[in-house]
């Protein structure tokens, strides 16, 4: 297993292009079930994930090759098997995404469950529920969803709770329904509206995403069409969080600004200074001095789940004492022994972890447990006075492409080596 090590203490100076955003990427790329034919989804990030996503579609009658950024999809138009198998669901939680589509083009799915990972149980039954309004007869055996219906119809879905890959699930499938489905308190991330808008190429007719009630006015057939992926807003966030943790100045392109407001609010609290520059390009500059503030995470558009470990990092050096409180996944603290192994003082209480800032801190061998835990480790790697070594960093392969390589060209002292096995 491959290992990053890393010396701490230098400010980051220079460039970054952000890349297509990995949590678009791969509903998009689970759509093409929805309509036989070739596309071009350009902007993709060579990550794990995506190229887990491909080898599904793979079993599902979905050539995908992925080259210069962009990939060339030809959907035979029969499914393949309709079986999403537990050894590639198991690896990728997301491949839940191809449940919505494969159901309601071919009228069958049998999809592996995807089980809990370390930040929390992450169950499925929301996603269920929705389909079984709509006219689907589900049942969960031996570790599978076995979905089977004529044509779904439309209906009213009303979430419990704000889920991202949930709302993108119905989506898909409500395209193809037999009527209007309208969903309720849905997820209004960024990703959902990119998602919708490649749906409406291919011919969808959608209303409301961005907002809380989408409504999806079924057609008889979608057709293939080429796109390109907005950038990530978090890996954007998580290079703003690496010059507010280590100081320096860094024009960040391909920047997706509109979408990142809560983001870029906490961090100029935090005493970053951002100059936005155009729509897709930021300047952020920061003499190293961070303020102490408090973040809690909330579906967007409030401040993302995924940015809170590489907040967290930059708070270990702050002025004075921050807390963070986590409100979507019950277990997203992994990086806090972690922190704490490398001499930052962190505790967790009931409402958070309690981050009393220092003015510095020594830097240790750590351990990546999730995929943002690692990009958190990793800023705090860097703001550390000696090096660190982050294992298990297959974890950061999931979502960042070549990510220690963009630092290092920042100037961070960070290499990957082959690990102790
Ligand atoms: C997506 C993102 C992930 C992000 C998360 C929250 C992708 C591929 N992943 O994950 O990076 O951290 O949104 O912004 O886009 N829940 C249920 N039952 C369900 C579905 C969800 O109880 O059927 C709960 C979850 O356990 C969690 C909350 O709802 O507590 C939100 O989860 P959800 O938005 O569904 O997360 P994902 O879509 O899996």
Redesign the pocket.
Known sequence: MEKLIIKGGKPLHGEVSVSGAK?AS?PILAAVLLAGGRYRIDNVPYLRDVNTMNRLLGTLGVECLHENGSVNVFNRGDCGSCVASYELVKTM??SILVLGPMLSRTGTARVALPGGCAI????????ISALEKMGAEIEVSGGYINASCGRLRGAEIVFD??????TENILMAASLADGVTVLQNA?R?P?IVDLACFLRSMGADIKGDGTSTITVKGVGELHPADYSVMPDRIEAGTFLCAVAGCGGRVLVRNCPVSSMDAIIEKLREAGLNIEIIDDFTVLASSDGHIKAVDAETF?YPGF???MQSQFMAVMLKSDGVSLITES??ENRFMHVPEFKRMGADVSLNDSGAVVRGCRSFSGAPVMASDLRASAGLVIAALMADNTSEVQRIYHLDRGYESFEKKLSALGADIRRVPGDG
């Open positions: 949590n791969l939680r997301a929390g149980e992450r169950p499925v039954n929301y996603h709770k704000v889920t991202v890959t949930g997820a991330e990703e579906p993302p789940t995924d979507i996944f």
